[in-house]
């Protein structure tokens, strides 16, 4: 098409942040960050070009958990791989739109990772290419908006996107176009779905060490400070008695909170990390949550990734009586259609979409789950600056999305201070929501 972009030019760069308070992932407690920025520029047919960028934590202990590797060997992997993944995509010549480039490098990316992996002790996985990969496919989107003078999703019909989705997704989507997905503008306001993390003070009893930097220090603290009414606690999954506890911890603070606000509704998600040996577990911990408090059941949205990502090999953890119960969505999972597939079969009702996975893949498969009555959800890697705007773009451009995440104003907000004053309403959640509607400016919308 007339409108398709080649890449000109293409630059990384690295920041590295500490945390302010740890963040458990999965039974290991994090503290800091490296986030890759990435700058392009593109250039379409008749010569026009535009300057783009995106940026992403890698999120190594997320994305490549391992037994055999220490922190700074996974991350090191993770940097080799973005290196491949700079070379490959500077190299490509060829015309197109943003999805259909990374639709198309994106074979090499993994097969460049696989060849790598016969370097280490434990492959890379799929996940941690994804993430490798993300700011690149994020500046092409951020660039193509802005050559066309467009926010980005409002480039996904056919006067941009030659292809419909059967060229992507096979022929069950043949005839079916990405922008019947997504709205060309964003919702104006959306809620902030604000992380409990399993080391975080639920009241000052809890607070062992202040951190005395201005911000609120227990969940009592934040709920005020932004008014929240979506609270997304992190849970053990080898400790049922704990998780349960932990739960109706989290209930007794907010009941008080919301009683002396007057709020009569909020909302509740659940994140095992995969620390769930069983889906009996999960059940069982349902079970529990609703005998010990139904009005903290009722508050439960929905569960996220409760066992191990290898759905292949779990096969025996279906979740069709557990999504009775409460939603149960992928996460770790969700790397590609067959993926949404098997979850599906097993009984997941829903699939989390994350920026660090691509634009391009994570409205494909927003567009797939769907079609095919999903829930959807979208959350973030504890992405500041940047990679938070591309996250609540894309949750406020996807319509039913429930609410959106933004875990960095917590743990690491060194990483927003340069954003804040350009985008006060995304940075500054106040009444538990973000204003949103300052994500539909040229690109991504973030520069």
Known sequence: MQTDIRIRELRCEFEEFLYRTPIKFGGVALDRATILNVHCRVETRDGRSAAGFGSMPLGNVWAYPSKLMKYNETLAAMLRIVERVEKITAGYGEH????????ALEPAYHLAAKELSR???????PLATLVCASPFDAALHDAFGKVHGRNCFSTYGPEFLANDLGHYLGSEFAGDRLDRYVTPTAR??????????????????????PIADGLPETLGDWIRFNGLTHLKIKLNG???????????GVNTVAETEQAARGVANWFYSLDFNEKCGSVGYLIE??????????????R?????????RDLKADRANVMHEASKLRPVVIDESLLDLESLNDARDMGYTGAALKACKGQSQSLLLAAAAKKRGMFLCVQDLTCPGASLIQS??????????AAIEANSRQYCPAANAAWEPRFPGVFHVTNGTMNTSLLDGMGLGAV
Not at 96 to 103: C, K, L, R
Not at 238 to 248: A, K, M, P
Not at 286 to 298: C, G, I, K, T
């Open 238 to 248: 080898e400790d049922i008695r704990w998780d349960v506890e932990r739960v109706l």
């Open 285 to 298: 911990f349902l079970n529990q949550v609703r005998e010990r408090s139904p009005q903290a059941f009722d």
């Open 188 to 209: 104006p306001t959306m809620p902030l779905y604000h992380l409990v993390g399993a080391l975080d003070p639920l009241t000052p009893a809890d607070v062992l060490k």
């Open 96 to 103: 197109g739109h943003p999805i259909d480039i990374t639709h």
């Open 119 to 125: 370097e280490l002790p434990e492959p890379i996985p």
């Open 300 to 308: 439960i949205q929905y569960i996220e990734q409760p066992t191990r």
């Open 392 to 401: 609540a773009s894309m949750a406020a451009h996807i319509p039913g999305i």
